[in-house]
């Protein structure tokens, strides 16, 4: 079992930033992608980023390329999202998640943490 928790959500102005974190814990070794989704209230949830355990890719929904980076940690079996010049329309729960196939298959990840919040407003 893979248990995945999120952190660093909170209240943000339009323009704004947070780093999101996401701490990976249990059975690991078979994980090769990390991703974050995200969903607003009334939508479906929406692809957000992925990046691979073991390779230097990273893959960006439209809405968001330009302005979030993931990255990752190994070591700290960590993955973070940096999200910068934050609109009203990204408010919402980001989930992360791991997949044990390829990062750009949004469809893979099985495993997911509980969300942090994140509102932009002013």
């Known amino acids: 079992q893979v248990h995945l928790v999120e952190s660093g959500g909170g209240l943000v102005q339009p323009g704004g930033s947070l780093r999101l974190s996401c701490a990976a814990s249990?059975?690991?070794?078979?994980?090769?992608?990390m991703g974050w989704f995200r969903q607003a209230p009334g939508t479906e949830r929406e692809f957000v980023a992925a990046i691979a355990v073991y390779e230097s890719r990273t893959y960006y929904g439209d809405s968001v390329k330009g302005r979030f980076t993931i990255s990752r940690d190994n070591a700290k079996n960590t993955v973070y999202l940096q999200t910068n010049s934050l609109k009203p329309e990204d408010t919402a729960i980001y989930y992360c998640?791991?997949?044990?196939?390829?990062?750009?298959?949004?469809?893979?990840?099985?495993?997911w943490g509980q969300g942090t919040q994140v509102t932009v407003s002013s």
């Open positions: 249990g059975s690991i070794f078979s994980i090769q992608a």
């Open positions: 998640a791991a997949s044990k196939g390829a990062a750009h298959d949004t469809g893979s990840y099985y495993y």
